[in-house]
């Protein structure tokens, strides 16, 4: 099953960069639960590109419309569906696209798997547009689980080389509560961040990061064993971003007695002293943040010429990306890394039965 | 779904470290497969414990009897089904798990998922001796996909500082058949490793490391968009082997110039000239082999006393781990990581739709 | 997960009869499938209203926009998504429904499971006008089937105690071709079932009937054992379908003598001298064509007062349901069944694993 | 997927008729649920064989094992596994019954899906004897819905033209707890009953009936709409027991005004005055007894000899059934229904969200 994920909701996104619309629809979601709309459209905005010198300047408006599942600003029960319509829509000829592949685009292996049928142009279902959609259903999710006291929150943590490490509490709560525009918690170092990218892309190249994301005030006792786990679901879902190439949890340790977070209790509840498991063991939370850090690629797309080859002829060729791309996607990508992550952790929740304790 | 895992199969691993039997089912595989039950046993071996000097030296059996699926050497369509009977069944009082958690360990969260009817015993189902069901249904996975000639080998990258990076080809067919019972590839970087854990363990403390994995003869077009890609149904699974903390798939370099892989012809056949996507484009294969990498945790069992909490009296204590343990559990993992591997491919293969090219 | 379907595609169905749009995603549908959009008009028209003495008179244009998964004609390989825009939206005080309920909706079982927040216009997502979307994948499917050589037909059996068994032989060809408006093999009695609802309709009644539908040209060897048998991929969907109520496979005789289907040489295929397995046996198809008839329900919507209850004040009440409605739904669920029997076979078909053949 | 069942639980059944072992895996149980064995194997009792004139002779002790899941006498939150082992284990020649299908039988489906792969001894896979593990699983569902009210109970409807309905009250309880070997709420029916079938085996023929089934006190407002709703996840899993060839919901009426279930009140709570529907509006349960029926076809094993074809000779042939069988399953079949219904119900009632009511 290619676009769907959940066990306890079902997502399920839809559309091609240049198609008519993008959308999702989402199943399962309890009748009741009150929707913010201004909330959502200011999470959405998040992700936009073209406000800035490090991002690309084309204009798209990702305004939702929901064609179900809502009523007087609550969910009826019956499935939420939402599309983006495309201002944009598919026009020209996009053959060369299908001939000629842009290195790491998914230009070939659309090619391969959908044998010249699929939408090439824009990416077609490839495209990071489709992280539009996911931000519809995740922005939802982190509004219903704020509700329950779960935060979910995600910073630049380096873009190439340029890091930020400057003391860095990750069980702080600044964390959950980053939305700037560039969401790195040190001003100046956001602004050597924005220099690096700016620097790569007057060399007609891209550049990528990490993104770092908290989720806290989740309880203890949250995913199910083996592959129902906190980091299976989270990675299933997270690797279902465009670019995203990596993923890790907490921040290892070299030796067991270093890595071990042993046990505290703080207030008549019981802490770790350390979080290096990122708040997961065996799959299942302890209470503690949980903290993962996952790797964006470089953008594809730059203007140097690239090595390809003709699949029509056979021919080695050159190819030059057209347009204008963002030379760094982390940014953008950061609350699109915050939506996957209130997905997963929402169906988890609601998945979870609640256990009569022995006595 | 916790212990569930698959699209196109449905395999379910079942038991606790002390149980009766620990097993699995694999449903959805097709009839007339054949079964070579030798192989699957030196599989199954070398992620046996016991037999050197930086194991453990427990003595476990890892013998699979089949209860049903195969007739005369071959799948018969129905269901298959495996045990392993565990001849140190649970006996004694492992409640104390229950009320001073072992740091590192799952007993504290499934003490507050199960609300104290765990089976605490050696872990319970949070035992590093589930993956041994795994590898049974890995090692059978890993046959069928020999017979359509994809390979899947893994190798340990470092323990803890000590790292294999000999001019190590990520494309050479040779990492598909390691499986030596140290799997590196360089014999003196072996021994260095080997040294260094016998030095960690002489600390009473254990130590982690990567393993890195190669798929080798995958055919490009394999794998769906988004959720259901090759890194998301790999990470699903990778991350439900216990002590699996980052995954990362090929080898990002900072810029997009760099990064990208260029096409090549190479005897009328598509390549890149690098392969840092590892192989997958959109979630999709482009024939390249498949290459990933995961971060094992180092051994939370040590014998160095930790602080802990009694969850019944509420106090803070000292907990130290009795019995005898892996001071590293990495080389005994490289087995596991390619059963995991295995099942994802074999499911994602299993599930491929045919495509008819567009003329 | 309530309104999704499938396990090699993913169904998903949304709206509300007064929403904003009713629609469908379709996801792991192959590319470069064609779509015959006049077809496809066409058989959705079967379903629509208002065009007939013995139908309601509302007007609903059932014209699908696909937003998504269709590029110049053929299937691209992202998910199909279609909306039909509802003309008639939501206006006005609905709560009377909420508190007073209708017998034989689904009215008082909303308001329990929503507690009150469900879109109580027109029934909401209960509402028959759901069947419109899944007439859209099912005409979808139904299209791709013909083109292997399956084809889907169902007609009315019996309208109330008329009914048609006119030496109707359920293995015709005739009964897949049928696309008339009343669906009925004999003219005559078509008439004298049409006279039935009229005779009922003027009693401020409703009337419920059977309809029969056949699958031809399916191949031998269809269909999975136990819970993924035909039988059981068919019900679930076919349940799913408001007002059904009943369901039999094939027509079953008393004693083993007489039920079971002997076996012939045709030509030299493999037949049955009869199928009152229709076509089905262990849940598997044996080549012949696959037969069942669903129950339809009297439609609930009648003009009579009946007593309901006042689930605010906790009274005792009348209630007499306002606006025009179909006295019997039956002929216009005809093609709603052949919709949800070519999903649940294209899904089975799709998930059919080639066996090799034992030497 | 074929023998895997479930959304909230997953059950797999595996096993063939002749195999090591028949059983099932069952992941998605919540910790801390009792278990009564003795209770369980009473239930099993009730579909074993050979106590009686008018079942088979054939001994079968169906006495499960549990591997896993289980630590003194409650749910441990890991999947249950549980085995029954063959004690007439395959042996001989049952290669004829792929070369000449019995009639009515699944030998021919068989052979054609699995190539000749399939375990043909005793019907392999698709044997009655795969119900033995259903009930194993049903009857642990069964006994924790009892605990929260929840009671399941069928009886034979009709052995042939043999009727029971003598003023049988559907909304009874005492139709949940008719539990004896052979399960007919009038003693003389059931005399009747037996007699047919001995007149029918003493002719070297079988035969059918139906089953009825009811659940009650079961609360309002459990099921999904559309293709999660009670009848659909009832009809997935009843359509998977062997033999079962129809299933009706309720009891419909010609009309809708004498259809509907009219709304009264009663000591405070909604009921409905008759229970037409089946307990179920809309795919959700409106607080009233859930009730179907269920037909079972005439046992396809009999002695008089039946035409049928040589698959290698391409010749028609004659084949007479071996063997000592029921003539007659009905008896034998409540209980498994009882525990498809528990099995169905419990997940739906696992998966169930609460919702807030809208003040």
Redesign the interface.
Known sequence: ?????G??I?L?????SH?????M?L??I???LPVDMDALQKFLNRRSPGKNDWSTTRKEADVP?????I?DG????????A?IYNKNT?SGDYDELKDI?R????D???Q????????AAGG???SGR?TAPLCIAGGLCKQWLEQVGIRIGAHVHNI??VIYDDGFDPCAPEITSVGAEFPVLNPMIAEKMQQEISR?RS??????GEIECAITGIP??I???????V???I??????I?A???????E??????T???????EN?A?K??TNH??G????????MPVLFRV?V??????C?P????N?KT???TTIQVKGRHDPCIVPRAVPVVEAAAAIAIYDLI??N??????K
């Not at 290195?103 to 998914?106: E, F, I, K, L, M």
């Not at 060399?203 to 990528?208: K, L, M, Q, V, Y």
């Not at 690239?306 to 080859?309: L, P, T």
Request: hydrophobic letters at 30%; aromatic letters at 8%.
């Open positions: 099953m290619s676009s769907t994920y066990e306890n079902k399920s996104i839809f559309g091609q198609g008519g619309a993008i959308g629809t199943d399962g309890p009748a009741g419309e929901f064609l179900s599942g009523v609550y969910t009826c029960g019956a499935p939420l569906a599309v598919r592949p290195p790491g685009h998914a070939y292996t659309a391969i798997k959908y044998g010249g049928f699929q939408d077609g279902h490839f489709l190439g080389a790569v060399n007609a190249d891209s550049i990528g203890a006792g995913g199910e064993p083996m592959f129902g786990g980091e299976s679901k990675a299933q879902i997270v690797y279902g465009p995203i190439k990596g993923l890790e949890f907490g290892m340790r070299l030796n067991g007695s890595n071990n977070d042993c046990y505290t209790i008549g019981v770790t002293l498991c990122g997961i063991l065996g799959g299942i939370t302890n209470g790797s690629k470089p953008t594809p797309s730059i140097k690239q090595q390809s080859v699949l056979g021919e080695i609601l998945g039965t609640q256990t009569t304790r022995r």
